[in-house]
């Protein structure tokens, strides 16, 4: 998880599932050789709420990624981001491809929610020291 890589290729598969949605690409190395990676994402659920969707990708389309590679060296690792070619960006998590700064505002609830009330703890921000747990 301390090392992260950039890959740029074209999507061979993108499975939508639980518990862990996957995205095989096929990248071209600089001899002209290829390989198929393997990017292990997070649920649909997760990745949802993330702003993802099934129909993200499809066969053929050209992606930059970064993941957090396997230990041993396989052409396997935990997806961060992915840039596809429209331009979009979805993060996944830590060391993701950046983000644009979308302005003030952005980062509030999903449209159709209304505002936290006012003086609401935001998710996360509780004081858990005087937990029971």
Known sequence: ?????????KVEKWLWANPHSWLYIKVVKPDGSEEIWGC???STGMLARSGWGA??????DEV???LAPERDGQHIGLLNGVQLSSGKILSAGPGALPVPDLGPGAGGPPPGFPPPPPGAIPPGAADTANSPR
Do not use: Q
């Open 64 to 66: 930059t990624v970064t």
């Open 55 to 60: 129909a993200d990708m499809k066969p053929g």
């Open 1 to 9: 998880m301390t090392k992260s890589v950039t890959l740029h290729g």
């Open 40 to 42: 292990e994402a997070g």
